[in-house]
């Protein structure tokens, strides 16, 4: 009969070939990722493809090559007693992520042996070892064809957790977000205090712990914060972070593949839930049923909950009144966008994490600038140090200003040859209609030379089209232009002074 | 082997052979001389989880030089030119790419304002950074100028190393146009060079059509690269 290791060596065979005929990219790309299916139908060579892109792409672009290579493999495995083996061989290619998320018991050896692998999926098969990869990462071929030296950083710190009677669990907690790491301000101190409550007394009083806020606040790093405190006091905790989502997503799967009870039953036995930006509920009917339900199971077993939000619960739009309702139940917290202060010193905290001496100064003026969220901070700082690094050079505010400038928006601006020629008439009191007309006179011709080499200067347009917009010039002219201004430039202080008002109002 | 296997791919998937970083001119200490060390480095252990490019030119020619350089490496991949797969369903496209090493997304600004793919890319945005996967993002424009509606994928935009393109002065895109010239074995002097620039569209994607042009006609020709040769293959 066709054996499951047959299959799998024709499959060798045919990867190898096609390794050999296809550009290494290629071959990364849509056959590296293809894995055999270990529940191959007789007569089949069942291939999964780690999403439909790469299902169409290969059926369209390589299925008759590899059809042809199974064929003559199959015919070279042949020994004659095997109808199954041979050219009738059929070729057939599907989508892994159908079979990735399974629900099953797992069985006393996996519980003696728990896999740790960081490829798998948020549901992993544990007895059939189906996992939803392109190429994993882990995978140890890819491993080793790699030249010794950097590798590219793994994962940290998601520790799986096993539920009982069900799964096993990627936390999804980050190490890096702590009670530590977290700066304290007013903006934060109410969702902070809350935060360390419920890590101090999970199940309690502040259940569930409800804390919202606008983008990139540290409202995911404070329930982070929570998780790992917990998983620290009790390492066999079971504390499972995820997106709404992901949450979402993993249900829409459930149903589909007739899960729901595996289900239920893995999100009601963890220790502590923590789902992020819950407003993405809103509108998932399906999903909020299955929450409510799972919530209420939650908070009757006196587990915790803890749930981020841009908005207040009642000003949730699309979700249910009764969840609405539910999600006032234990304590709401607001965070609110860091003040001054407090940006100063998450950039002081997030220097000093990276090892990186900066300048209070430094800090303060990159503090005054980006106003908006810790995200954004944190982007920005990301850019000094690189900056420092790459030019060897300590920060300080030059190099700030310098590494975020067009960040900050203080060049690089675009500007249309209209917006120039505007602002160079208003700027020389000349009209318009002089500025592209064919008077020669040093009052008019003047400007519009410095209008040339501003247009030259800020747009990309060619000089012919430079030239053209000013009353149908020759490109020669745009060009003489440019040269006399920068000439003058070096001569001539108010020339020198003139261009460079007209950058500084055309460019900030 | 009775079909041929596609060299060049119809999605514009597969690589441009010409785009490395050995052949993205940019001048010593330059912002993008630091920048194409950063992307370099990204797939480093010292490298950043997720790097935002942006800039007027030469986003696909990096981002596909850091593909190249994936591959070298090894690691999981995928190149998604958005500009050619605006079309297709985001979630039947991203499914499973949170599980790669690295991911590489070309074209962003194709697919902002689109609220099924604003929120298919901030999922697996959140999936990458859960599972360790590292990403690529490139548009034209910041974050912050690209017309996104969903604010917490804006934000996680401006989250990581954000880097542009810095455009070149006139003087670097001759020296851009003699690189690529010198690496495909044709010579383009300094005047030659001026007269092109002179009379081009002053944007390095077209800049290099040109060359493109002129290099096929040399070759065709079996002329060398001078003012009247250019003058009548390019028609200024």
Same mark, same amino acid.
């Given at each position: 009969?066709?054996?499951?290791?047959?299959?799998?060596?024709?499959?060798?065979?045919?990867?190898?070939?096609?390794?050999?005929?296809?550009?290494?990219?290629?071959?990364?790309?849509?056959?590296?990722?293809?894995?055999?299916?270990?529940?191959?139908?007789?007569?089949?060579?069942?291939?999964?493809?780690?999403?439909?892109?790469?299902?169409?792409?290969?059926?369209?672009?390589?299925?008759?090559?590899?059809?042809?290579?199974?064929?003559?493999?199959?015919?070279?495995?042949?020994?004659?007693?095997?109808?199954?083996?041979?050219?009738?061989?059929?070729?057939?290619?599907?989508?892994?992520?159908?079979?990735?998320?399974?629900?099953?018991?797992?069985?006393?050896?996996?519980?003696?042996?728990?896999?740790?692998?960081?490829?798998?999926?948020?549901?992993?098969?544990?007895?059939?070892?189906?996992?939803?990869?392109?190429?994993?990462?882990?995978?140890?071929?890819?491993?080793?064809?790699?030249?010794?030296?950097?590798?590219?950083?793994?994962?940290?710190?998601?520790?799986?957790?096993?539920?009982?009677?069900?799964?096993?669990?990627?936390?999804?907690?980050?190490?890096?977000?702590?009670?530590?790491?977290?700066?304290?301000?007013?903006?934060?101190?109410?969702?902070?205090?809350?935060?360390?409550?419920?890590?101090?007394?999970?199940?309690?009083?502040?259940?569930?712990?409800?804390?919202?806020?606008?983008?990139?606040?540290?409202?995911?790093?404070?329930?982070?914060?929570?998780?790992?405190?917990?998983?620290?006091?009790?390492?066999?905790?079971?504390?499972?972070?995820?997106?709404?989502?992901?949450?979402?997503?993993?249900?829409?799967?459930?149903?589909?593949?007739?899960?729901?009870?595996?289900?239920?039953?893995?999100?009601?036995?963890?220790?502590?839930?923590?789902?992020?930006?819950?407003?993405?509920?809103?509108?998932?009917?399906?999903?909020?049923?299955?929450?409510?339900?799972?919530?209420?199971?939650?908070?009757?077993?006196?587990?915790?909950?803890?749930?981020?939000?841009?908005?207040?619960?009642?000003?949730?739009?699309?979700?249910?009144?009764?969840?609405?309702?539910?999600?006032?139940?234990?304590?709401?917290?607001?965070?609110?966008?860091?003040?001054?202060?407090?940006?100063?010193?998450?950039?002081?905290?997030?220097?000093?994490?990276?090892?990186?001496?900066?300048?209070?100064?430094?800090?303060?003026?990159?503090?005054?600038?980006?106003?908006?969220?810790?995200?954004?901070?944190?982007?920005?700082?990301?850019?000094?140090?690189?900056?420092?690094?790459?030019?060897?050079?300590?920060?300080?505010?030059?190099?700030?200003?310098?590494?975020?400038?067009?960040?900050?928006?203080?060049?690089?601006?675009?500007?249309?040859?209209?917006?120039?020629?505007?602002?160079?008439?208003?700027?020389?009191?000349?009209?318009?209609?002089?500025?592209?007309?064919?008077?020669?006179?040093?009052?008019?011709?003047?400007?519009?030379?410095?209008?040339?080499?501003?247009?030259?200067?800020?747009?990309?347009?060619?000089?012919?089209?430079?030239?053209?917009?000013?009353?149908?010039?020759?490109?020669?002219?745009?060009?003489?232009?440019?040269?006399?201004?920068?000439?003058?430039?070096?001569?001539?202080?108010?020339?020198?002074?003139?261009?460079?008002?007209?950058?500084?109002?055309?460019?900030? | 082997?009775?079909?041929?296997?596609?060299?060049?791919?119809?999605?514009?998937?597969?690589?441009?052979?010409?785009?490395?970083?050995?052949?993205?001119?940019?001048?010593?200490? /330059?912002?993008?001389?630091? @920048?194409? +060390? &950063?992307?370099?480095?990204?797939?480093?252990?010292? !490298?950043? =989880? $997720?790097? *935002? %490019?942006?800039?007027? /030119?030469?986003?696909?020619? @990096?981002? +596909? &030089?850091?593909?190249?350089?994936?591959?070298?490496? !090894?690691? =999981? $991949?995928? *190149? %998604?030119?958005?500009?050619?797969?605006?079309?297709?369903?985001?979630?039947?496209?991203?499914?499973?790419?949170?599980?790669?090493?690295?991911?590489?997304?070309?074209?962003?600004?194709?697919?902002?304002?689109?609220?099924?793919?604003?929120?298919?890319?901030?999922?697996?945005?959140?999936?990458?950074?859960?599972?360790?996967?590292?990403?690529?993002?490139?548009?034209?424009?910041?974050?912050?100028?690209?017309?996104?509606?969903?604010?917490?994928?804006?934000?996680?935009?401006?989250?990581?190393?954000?880097?542009?393109?810095?455009?070149?002065?006139?003087?670097?895109?001759?020296?851009?146009?003699?690189?690529?010239?010198?690496?495909?074995?044709?010579?383009?002097?300094?005047?030659?060079?001026?007269?092109?620039?002179?009379?081009?569209?002053?944007?390095?994607?077209?800049?290099?059509?040109?060359?493109?042009?002129?290099?096929?006609?040399?070759?065709?020709?079996?002329?060398?690269?001078?003012?009247?040769?250019?003058?009548?293959?390019?028609?200024?």
């Amino acid at each position: 009969m066709f054996g499951g290791l047959v299959p799998e060596s024709i499959w060798n065979k045919c990867v190898s070939s096609l390794q050999d005929e296809l550009p290494t990219q290629q071959f990364n790309t849509w056959i590296r990722p293809l894995k055999v299916d270990n529940e191959n139908a007789t007569g089949q060579l069942r291939l999964l493809a780690p999403n439909r892109f790469i299902l169409d792409w290969v059926s369209d672009k390589f299925l008759h090559r590899i059809e042809e290579l199974v064929s003559q493999f199959a015919s070279e495995l042949n020994d004659g007693t095997d109808t199954n083996i041979g050219p009738g061989l059929e070729v057939v290619i599907d989508i892994a992520a159908r079979q990735a998320v399974r629900f099953q018991r797992r069985s006393p050896a996996a519980q003696v042996s728990p896999r740790v692998d960081s490829t798998s999926t948020q549901l992993d098969a544990q007895e059939n070892g189906f996992v939803n990869r392109a190429a994993p990462r882990n995978n140890t071929n890819v491993r080793n064809t790699r030249e010794p030296g950097p590798a590219p950083v793994r994962p940290q710190g998601n520790r799986d957790v096993d539920v009982e009677g069900s799964l096993k669990h990627r936390s999804f907690l980050n190490e890096g977000f702590t009670f530590p790491s977290f700066v304290e301000g007013k903006s934060n101190q109410l969702g902070l205090a809350a935060a360390r409550q419920v890590a101090e007394n999970p199940g309690g009083a502040y259940n569930p712990l409800f804390i919202y806020g606008g983008v990139g606040l540290g409202k995911t790093h404070l329930m982070h914060a929570v998780g790992n405190a917990l998983v620290d006091r009790n390492p066999n905790a079971k504390v499972v972070y995820l997106h709404s989502e992901r949450f979402v997503a993993d249900m829409v799967k459930a149903l589909q593949l007739n899960a729901i009870n595996d289900f239920k039953r893995f999100y009601r036995s963890v220790d502590a839930l923590l789902i992020d930006d819950i407003q993405f509920f809103a509108g998932k009917e399906r999903s909020q049923e299955e929450f409510f339900h799972t919530f209420n199971a939650l908070l009757e077993g006196g587990q915790q909950i803890i749930l981020t939000c841009d908005r207040y619960p009642k000003e949730i739009n699309g979700l249910e009144e009764r969840l609405k309702s539910r999600f006032g139940w234990g304590l709401t917290v607001a965070v609110e966008p860091p003040e001054l202060e407090t940006r100063v010193a998450i950039l002081m905290k997030k220097a000093e994490q990276a090892k990186i001496d900066l300048p209070h100064e430094a800090a303060f003026f990159i503090a005054q600038r980006i106003r908006s969220n810790v995200r954004e901070l944190e982007g920005a700082l990301k850019r000094v140090i690189a900056s420092a690094h790459f030019t060897a050079r300590n920060i300080d505010v030059d190099l700030v200003r310098e590494a975020l400038k067009d960040l900050l928006a203080l060049q690089d601006k675009q500007v249309s040859i209209d917006n120039i020629q505007r602002v160079v008439a208003e700027y020389y009191k000349i009209k318009m209609s002089d500025l592209l007309s064919k008077r020669r006179s040093r009052s008019v011709a003047r400007p519009r030379q410095v209008a040339m080499s501003l247009a030259k200067e800020l747009t990309n347009h060619s000089l012919p089209e430079i030239g053209e917009t000013f009353g149908g010039r020759d490109h020669t002219t745009v060009l003489h232009a440019c040269r006399k201004i920068k000439q003058l430039r070096e001569e001539d202080a108010d020339i020198r002074e003139d261009v460079n008002n007209l950058l500084r109002s055309l460019t900030t | 082997m009775s079909t041929p296997l596609p060299q060049q791919m119809s999605l514009g998937i597969s690589l441009d052979d010409d785009a490395t970083f050995s052949n993205f001119y940019c001048a010593p200490g /330059s912002q993008n001389a630091q @920048l194409v +060390q &950063a992307l370099q480095t990204q797939l480093l252990p010292e !490298g950043e =989880s $997720f790097v *935002y %490019l942006w800039g007027a /030119s030469g986003v696909s020619h @990096l981002l +596909q &030089a850091a593909c190249h350089a994936a591959d070298k490496l !090894g690691v =999981s $991949f995928q *190149y %998604l030119p958005l500009d050619e797969l605006a079309t297709m369903s985001p979630d039947s496209l991203l499914e499973g790419l949170d599980e790669l090493d690295w991911l590489c997304i070309d074209g962003l600004q194709f697919v902002v304002a689109n609220p099924d793919w604003e929120m298919a890319l901030f999922a697996l945005f959140n999936g990458l950074r859960d599972k360790g996967g590292r990403l690529l993002i490139a548009a034209n424009a910041s974050p912050n100028e690209l017309p996104i509606a969903l604010a917490d994928l804006q934000s996680r935009l401006n989250w990581g190393l954000t880097l542009s393109i810095q455009a070149l002065s006139d003087e670097e895109k001759l020296a851009a146009l003699q690189l690529r010239a010198n690496g495909r074995g044709l010579e383009l002097g300094d005047e030659v060079g001026q007269y092109i620039l002179h009379r081009a569209p002053r944007d390095m994607g077209p800049l290099f059509q040109c060359l493109n042009t002129l290099d096929n006609a040399s070759l065709a020709e079996q002329r060398r690269l001078t003012i009247p040769f250019v003058k009548q293959v390019l028609g200024f």
